[in-house]
């Protein structure tokens, strides 16, 4: 059986985290750390719960790594992922996992028809500035 939260680390860092659909721990669980450019948050809350109505304010940010985070909303995808081009782990996720990638390189293969929200930071420079191919 799979692991609610699998991290996957290479030379001692962390280049992605899957969130199984059974994640089920209560409350408000940051799976990102406070430093990381994209935080992850899940909200497990029971019937009735509040979030005070709030705004968020103007903070300039600045960061230097792109991070993804994807959900399988239906289908089941072969994710790869590496580091400096080298291959660390090959894993599967599915219909209701999610997907923080933190840093080094991934690739995806379908096995079954998929439908998946993908979110990034902007503003996207085209592919030719973004992205570097990992040839296997």
């Known amino acids: 059986m799979k692991k609610d939260l699998e991290t ?8 992605a985290i899957i969130i199984r659909k059974n994640f089920g721990k209560k409350g408000i669980n940051f ?12 909200l497990n809350h029971r019937s009735g719960y509040v979030v005070k109505s709030h705004i968020h304010n103007k903070i300039t940010k600045k960061n230097n790594l792109n991070q993804e985070f994807l959900f399988i909303i239906l289908g089941e995808v072969e994710a ?55 040839e296997i």
Do not use: M
Request: proline share 5%; net charge positive; no cysteine.
């Open 8 to 15: 996957i680390k290479s030379r001692g860092k962390i280049l």
């Open 31 to 42: 799976i990102s750390e406070p430093e990381n450019p994209f935080q992850i948050g899940i």
């Open 80 to 134: 790869k992922f590496y580091d400096n081009k080298k291959l660390v782990k090959t894993t599967i996720i599915k219909g209701g996992d999610a997907l923080l990638q933190i840093e080094g390189g991934h690739g995806f293969r379908i096995l079954k028809p998929s439908k998946i929200i993908e979110l990034k930071q902007g503003p996207f420079y085209g592919i030719e500035k973004e992205k570097t191919y990992i």
